[in-house]
């Protein structure tokens, strides 16, 4: 254990990862506070985790009222946490700020002790209502600009530019234009607006598994799924860009993080994998895909998921086992990739006597597992995901208290209740404004028009209208969090695909799957950007190995949306046809990831190239003669591969 301690703190002692997220990503550009402005800070972040916990394991509140409070804690944090411009002061709030937080508190008190009083005379406002929700607009619009940056806020803006000036905009999308009274009462005074479905998710489910992720972290997780994963991978070949994959899965089923994710395991994993000989943009790839596939995989997955789940109406444990095999098959495919780079090129893995022992490892924080374990458990039992949150995160402490290296004292407490409701800012602000894009949807019908475009331009052919809401979702993803995202392109386009035949759930999940993967996407990146900088490589040149790699997560939702039954969510499916299902998409994925690295066991010919890229062409229709004849094409490949053999310059690596 020891020298595994050694080995880790070695490769990341000279990273600074928080300034790398801070350069990434405007959410980690908050203050950091001294004296009493601290103090106030880590009060009311923990005032506000108390809060959460109270009424998950108590009761909520009135949705609207549970909505405006979380609302309030949110804002006030933002102002206080997040400057306003560069030179704005760094250790302590401006005059603006606490101006921006008074006016926070009020509007959002106002609401919550009126609400039942405006409902009571059928929910007709006053000019000064009026006012206050215009306020409130505001407040959140500035918000998101401090914590999120411009591109979400324009976003915003823009969809309530549209509310008002729809009916200069011509053609189809023309549509009447509302007062800023109607805005004020739809997107403040109602749940279509901010206080719609998202901003529920957060101010309930969300919040109470981010806070889980941060009392986990309190106990030392993160050095149980290290330790394990640099023993099980370190000593093969390329071992570290292995472990890098290990971690960032294992992290990502429960932060649901990328840039988190990006820098705190690869602070040590793309220092590790550039000692061994990969090249820095490489190592800030595997970083970054790794990363990016933990809002993929169960069963955490980020916030996007759970408003899925709100969304079409059904129990959370349906996301998780719709999204495994998916899931692992992404990673598995950069698995492949790893190992065919390491492959070609020779590299070794970490010698085994710097690794931990796995025995070890468990024996002194496998019981942390047990919470993982307990919050499966309640999901899959039928019980709400509010509920499993709750008491998984009650099962920390216990389980922490059964070793001296994992008991959290009343500091280290306290310490996670602030750092839940640190992390838990972004994802309220992104849920909040993006309501602003449902409630204009809602308010012009924008949602429908959208839609009836799409089924437009692509004929009514589902392949078509596959890639389309495709590139919707990768414009709409860049720099714009999976969350916001997701419910964007949920509330315009996964419609069509639902019309055309698809199961609910699998459309949803096809756009879920894109919001994640603009992540991975050029030209903004912001997973590939922190990896790159930890790297020391041009951010470009890393986005762009980091989407390489990615590539098969691209192919995977056209063939889960036209096998629907790899999801595992077609009551009518067989076995023998999920398996089907699963051995033609991962032959499809090996066969990309073999052009993409122009290797298998020896570097592919031309035709080899084709050949492989024939395998992906015939079986995405899902006909089934086709699949027969893709599998024939990649076992006829994978004979001549052998058949030619390895040249000898190659004799000194293990083939696949």
Same mark, same amino acid.
């Not at 949705?63 to 405006?68: G, T, W």
């Not at 390489?548 to 939702?557: D, H, K, N, V």
């Not at 004849?629 to 052998?642: D, T, Y």
């Given at each position: 254990m020891s020298k595994n301690k050694d080995l880790v703190s070695e490769y990341s002692k000279d990273i600074d990862t928080d300034a790398i997220m801070r350069e990434a990503d405007a959410e980690f550009r908050f203050r950091r506070?001294?004296?009493?402005?601290?103090?106030?800070?880590?009060?009311?972040?923990?005032?506000w985790s108390l809060f959460q916990l109270y009424t998950s394991g108590?009761?909520?509140?009135?949705?609207?009222? !549970?909505?405006?409070?979380?609302?309030?804690f949110v804002l006030v944090l933002a102002f206080l946490l997040y400057p306003a411009r560069k030179g704005a002061p760094k250790r302590r709030p401006s005059v603006v700020d606490i101006l921006l937080v008074l006016f926070s508190l009020f509007v959002n008190a106002y609401l919550a002790f009126q609400w039942n009083e405006i409902a009571q005379r059928g929910g007709r406002l006053n000019e000064f209502e009026y006012l206050i929700g215009g306020i409130g607009i505001l407040l959140v619009l500035e918000a998101s600009r401090r914590v999120l940056g411009k591109e979400l806020t324009i976003m915003g803006l823009v969809f309530l530019l549209y509310a008002y000036f729809g009916n200069y905009v011509p053609g189809r999308f023309h549509t009447r234009g509302y007062s800023p009274e109607r805005i004020s009462e739809h997107m403040f005074w109602s749940t279509e607006g901010i206080f719609g479905i998202a901003l529920g998710v957060s101010a309930t489910y969300m919040f109470l598994f981010i806070l889980f992720g941060a009392f986990l972290g309190g106990t030392g997780l993160s050095k149980l799924i290290n330790d394990v994963s640099l023993s099980v991978a370190g000593h093969k070949p390329g071992g570290p860009a292995k472990v890098a994959l290990?971690?960032?899965g294992f992290m990502g089923m429960i932060?649901?993080?990328?840039?988190a994710n990006a820098a705190s395991t690869g602070a040590f994993t793309i220092p590790m994998m550039k000692n061994v000989g990969y090249r820095p943009t490489f190592a800030a790839g595997v970083e970054a895909a790794g990363s990016t596939g933990g809002q993929i995989m169960p069963p955490v997955m980020g916030a996007a998921a759970f408003i899925m789940a709100e969304f079409l109406g059904i129990p959370y444990s349906q996301i998780i086992i719709a999204a495994a095999l998916p899931a692992i098959l992404y990673y598995a495919s950069i698995w492949i990739m790893v190992h065919v780079e390491a492959v070609k090129t020779g590299l070794k893995g970490l010698p085994k006597d710097q690794l931990p022992s796995v025995v070890e490892s468990l024996k002194a924080r496998g019981h942390m597992l047990i919470p993982v374990g307990v919050l499966l458990f309640l999901m899959f039992s039928g019980k709400t995901p509010l509920y499993a949150a709750f008491y998984a995160t009650i099962s920390v402490l216990i389980a922490g208290a059964f070793r001296k290296e994992t008991r959290m004292g009343l500091r280290q407490i306290l310490k996670s209740l602030e750092d839940g409701a640190k992390g838990a800012i972004a994802v309220a602000v992104a849920c909040a404004v993006v309501g602003f894009v449902v409630g204009t949807a809602s308010l012009t019908s924008l949602g429908l028009t959208f839609g009836s475009a799409i089924l437009d331009m692509s004929g009514n052919n589902l392949l078509l209208a596959l890639f389309l809401t495709m590139i919707t979702s990768i414009i709409v993803g860049t720099g714009v969090p999976t969350t916001a995202t997701y419910i964007i392109v949920a509330t315009v386009s996964a419609p069509v695909l639902i019309k055309m035949g698809l199961p609910p759930l699998v459309a949803h999940m096809f756009v879920f799957y894109y919001g994640a993967l603009a992540d991975v996407t050029p030209p903004t990146a912001l997973s590939?950007?922190?990896?790159?900088?930890?790297?020391?490589?041009d951010p470009q040149k890393g986005t762009w190995q980091a989407w390489?790699?990615?590539?098969?997560?691209?192919?995977?939702?056209y063939y889960f949306a036209l096998r629907p039954e790899m999801m595992l969510i077609v009551v009518q499916s067989t076995i023998p046809e999920i398996v089907w299902a699963v051995l033609i998409t991962t032959i499809a994925a090996l066969s990309l990831s073999f052009v993409i690295q122009n290797f298998q066991r020896r570097k592919l010919t031309v035709m080899e190239s084709a050949g492989f890229l024939s395998v992906v062409a015939v079986t995405l229709p899902a006909q089934f003669y086709l699949d027969l004849?893709?599998?024939?094409?990649?076992?006829?490949?994978?004979?001549? !591969?052998?058949v030619v053999g390895i040249p000898a310059k190659l004799d000194r690596t293990k083939a696949l």
């Open positions: 506070l001294t004296g009493k402005w601290a103090v106030v800070i880590s009060f009311i972040a923990v005032l108590f009761g909520l509140f009135e949705s609207i009222i !549970q909505r405006s409070v979380h609302l309030m290990l971690t960032t932060n649901g993080s990328a840039v590939a950007y922190t990896a790159s900088a930890i790297a020391n490589c390489r790699l990615a590539l098969i997560g691209f192919l995977i939702p004849l893709g599998m024939g094409i990649f076992i006829v490949l994978l004979v001549v !591969q052998r």
